[in-house]
């Protein structure tokens, strides 16, 4: 494996992207090693889903149980974390909520849940101060990712909160851009070899 471990930092989906569903993708890394590699995209919201529905299709709270969310909480957007395992739901957010054997923190900010207690608490208003909910996730075999990277299919930078939960997903890919001093018009979508 290379001797940079991403966990924690994002991943900046360049021009030419061979995989269309990448195509300006930021994605979060949640865990790399050299058994692989798994993120969610964090800046791909779903046209159709929203906090609201997917708790009506879940079907989460008993029928005695009253939840009223709030205009913004309902229409709150789901992400698509990626391709893989697209029915199973991730959520990644601020360290003011954790579950015991369920939350994995990733960085000092920024921590992973991946079960239902997570979206019941956000619901009754107390979950996590900041949250991004997501379906499916994106990941890499052995050494995949690392061949992506040296085909120059991505970029990476270290991640922050500030970005990861910003609300206005359409700029967090040149947001991200920025954080490595470039400029998305100055891409190209071929790569060269010195």
């Not at 708790?55 to 974390?81: K, M, N, V, W, Y």
Request: overall charge negative.
């Amino acid at each position: 494996m290379q001797d940079s471990n991403l966990e924690g930092q994002l991943l900046i989906a360049m021009p030419g992207m061979p995989d269309g569903r990448f195509s300006r993708s930021v994605v979060y890394m949640c865990a790399h090693s050299d058994d692989g590699a798994m993120g969610l995209i964090i800046n791909k919201p779903t046209d159709d889903l929203r906090f609201g529905d997917l708790l009506e299709q879940i079907d989460l709270f008993d029928d005695d149980e009253t939840i009223e969310l709030s205009e913004p909480d309902a229409r709150r957007p789901i992400h698509d974390g990626g391709p893989v395992e697209v029915d199973r739901g991730f959520v990644l957010h601020s360290p003011d909520y954790f579950a015991k054997s369920a939350t994995m923190t990733i960085t000092d900010g920024i921590c992973l849940t991946a079960t239902t207690d997570i979206l019941k608490a956000i619901a009754s208003g107390s979950g996590p101060q900041r949250s991004m909910l997501a379906l499916g996730y994106s990941g890499w075999g052995p050494g995949q990712l690392e061949s992506e990277l040296g085909a120059n299919g991505w970029l990476n930078c270290p991640a922050d909160p500030d970005l990861v939960f910003a609300d206005d997903a359409a700029v967090k890919y040149d947001r991200a851009l920025s954080k490595l001093g470039v400029d998305s018009s100055h891409l190209v979508n071929t790569a060269g070899r010195a």
